[in-house]
């Protein structure tokens, strides 16, 4: 399970750098954070002992909003 939270945690982080890096146009700051946010609550060694109270459904669920939440901020604003 921290294999896997590893990868999503260093996809996202690397997703993150190369949207701020390479794609400065539109959403592309918005979804730089939401992906670097995602790195942070995919990371297994920062939530090892729960620093923050926060339980794996919660980093869970909230990942998932995230996700859910990206067509709003690609959606044009008109």
Known sequence: MALIGWTFAFAALLGALALRQDMPVGGSASLSNILL?????????????????????QRIVSGLILCFCLPLILLPSA
């Open 37 to 57: 946010l995602l790195a942070l609550l995919a990371c297994p060694m920062v939530w090892q002992d729960k620093p923050l109270g926060i339980s794996r459904k």
